[in-house]
């Protein structure tokens, strides 16, 4: 053999086991695996070269694995648009009043028939209005309260839609016609109806049921057993929007209700004034101060004039020539008086100047004053208020005198009211502008539970020319009421303030409170009280006021 062929297959042996042993244990980086090769090339010298890659390199032939697609998110539900107009169904005996507001939204339709998105009806679904009711007698009736054991075991009535809401609660409750209620409330003078608050009228006694009156402020009515829930239910989002956008909380809202207190006559003079300097200022209104602080407008009929050189009283004197000392004015603030009457036949007892004098006083304690002026024209103003929503005018005048106590064109004192056209017409003008009138008059003082002819002629003139109410300022004894032409008409409500001690009928006294709602008298609260110590009205009991009461409804026909 030649011998560089020797050598040549020599050489290429121990190259070939040379690369051998250089081989790493770990294969070396390949191409993907490809389905198509059956079988890899065994390496050889000519080709380890092209085969090895070596390992700080990235090899140029590899594929770019395909990246796994993420999975497709779960679809999200589609909101139903809301429709142009929702649907209700309200259900029957639902109040009317519920009805008209659900047909004043713009977005709700209110059907009869079909199926509907939303249901209004009592004592269902999400809460919607409160729906507040009173318990009540005839106004002459003598029964002050009641309880929720007694309203189930008397008969009830009541209109029928308020019956059938209450029907579960009360199966003794009967329904009658509106056009039979009033006759059948008054047939038994211990009768018994539920009504809507709202609805309360003036021929009606609301009475306070397990000591909670509906006609006060800060009922609770989480523990006032007269209370309908009307709810809704429904298709979820229009019960949202309906929510949101409803007008009616409840037919009882405090924001809408308004009391005024109304007394008789105030003459802060004789054993009165002197009575006040032996026990204090504020010893009259010890026990009438709470009713007339409470009040929103608490009005009082000053019939004497504050005179800057009043004598110290003389408690047995019987002059009727009347003034007041200043330091009595701290009286009147302190039972919070917010409407001064000055129809008073006293104004000018110390002479126009003192009325004028009075006045000034009355304006800088931020009292209104009415029924009397600086002139003429200053004293048939209305003292106007407005209060929770309600406008409040009082008017009023003097039909009797004496002259001299008459305000003229140039000189101060009463309004006169011998014609009685003028102030017609503006009691007239004023209900016509949504005002609720309270006409009050320094009417002939009568010493009788029952009034005159003349009294009910001339009471009943303000009550046809649109007063809400019409009171006699005048009375040193209570006498009885009317209503007429929707208008409540109390003839004389007795003294508040005032010395005659001679007999019972002159210490009986009247506190009459109106409560007024959404500009509408809605009802009439009595107080009753009894004059002591020459000065200080004081609660009667329960025997002295079922007296004064029997007496005065008897006196009214009742």
Not at 308 to 324: D, G, H, I
Request: proline share 7%.
């Amino acid at each position: 053999m030649n011998g560089k062929i020797v050598s040549l297959i020599c050489f290429t042996v121990i190259l070939t086991l040379v690369i051998s042993g250089c081989r790493r244990e770990t294969r070396p980086l390949v191409a993907p695996y490809n389905s198509s090769l059956a079988v890899q090339p065994t390496p050889t010298a000519e080709n380890v070269a092209t085969a090895a890659v070596p390992i700080n390199e990235t090899p140029t032939d590899l594929q770019t694995p395909t990246p796994i697609a993420d999975p497709s998110p779960t679809a999200q539900p589609t909101l139903t648009p809301a429709p142009d107009r929702w649907t209700i169904q309200i259900r029957a005996n639902v109040p009317q009043e519920i009805r008209a507001a659900a047909e004043q939204l713009d977005s709700f339709e209110v059907i009869s028939q079909g199926s509907a998105d939303l249901i209004i009806d009592f004592d269902q679904g999400q809460p919607l209005v409160s729906w507040v009711f009173a318990a009540v007698g005839p106004f002459a009736t003598l029964r002050e309260q009641v309880s929720s054991e007694q309203l189930l075991q008397a008969p009830l009535i009541s209109d029928p839609e308020s019956a059938a809401m209450w029907q579960t609660a009360f199966p003794n409750i009967t329904a009658v016609p509106a056009e039979e209620f009033d006759t059948t409330l008054w047939e038994n003078r211990e009768q018994l109806a539920i009504v809507p608050f709202h609805r309360l009228g003036l021929n009606m006694k609301a009475l306070p049921v397990d000591g909670q009156s509906a006609l006060t402020r800060g009922l609770d009515l989480s523990g006032y057993p007269l209370v309908k829930e009307i709810g809704i239910s429904g298709d979820p989002q229009a019960v949202e929007i309906l929510i949101e956008s409803w007008p009616l909380t409840s037919n009882r809202d405090e924001n809408r209700l308004t009391r005024v207190t109304m007394t008789g006559v105030t003459a802060l003079v004789r054993a009165t004034a002197a009575q006040m300097e032996y026990s204090g200022i504020l010893f009259p209104g010890e026990e009438v101060a709470p009713i007339l602080q409470t009040a929103d407008i608490a009005h009082i009929s000053n019939e004497v004039p504050f005179a800057e050189e009043c004598p110290y009283p003389n408690a047995t004197s019987q002059s009727l020539v009347f003034c007041s000392r200043d330091s009595y004015f701290e009286l009147l603030t302190h039972l919070g008086a917010d409407v001064i009457e000055v129809t008073g036949n006293h104004s000018n007892d110390y002479g126009p100047e003192s009325m004028v004098r009075s006045l000034d006083l009355y304006e800088a304690a931020g009292m209104q004053y009415y029924g009397g002026g600086r002139n003429l024209a200053d004293g048939q103003q209305a003292a106007i208020f407005l209060d929770h929503g309600n406008q409040i005018a009082f008017v009023g005048c003097n039909p009797v005198g004496p002259a001299f106590a008459w305000a003229t064109a140039e000189r101060a004192g009463a309004t006169p009211c011998n014609d009685y056209a003028q102030i017609e017409a503006q009691i007239s003008d004023l209900a016509a502008e949504g005002a609720v009138v309270i006409a009050t008059m320094q009417y002939q003082e009568i010493y009788d539970y029952f009034p005159t002819a003349s009294q009910k002629r001339d009471f009943g003139r303000l009550a046809e020319a649109g007063a809400a109410a019409v009171s006699g300022s005048q009375s040193h004894h209570p006498q009885g009421f009317a209503i007429q032409n929707g208008s409540f008409i109390h003839y004389g409500l007795g003294n508040l303030f005032f010395d005659q001690m001679d007999r019972i009928s002159t210490r009986q006294m009247f506190m009459d409170t109106y409560v007024i709602y959404d500009g509408r008298l809605l009802n009439v609260e009595l107080w009753t009280g009894l004059i002591e110590f020459y000065a200080r009205p004081r609660p009667m009991t329960a025997a002295e006021r079922n007296d004064l009461l029997r007496t005065v409804f008897a006196a009214s026909g009742w």
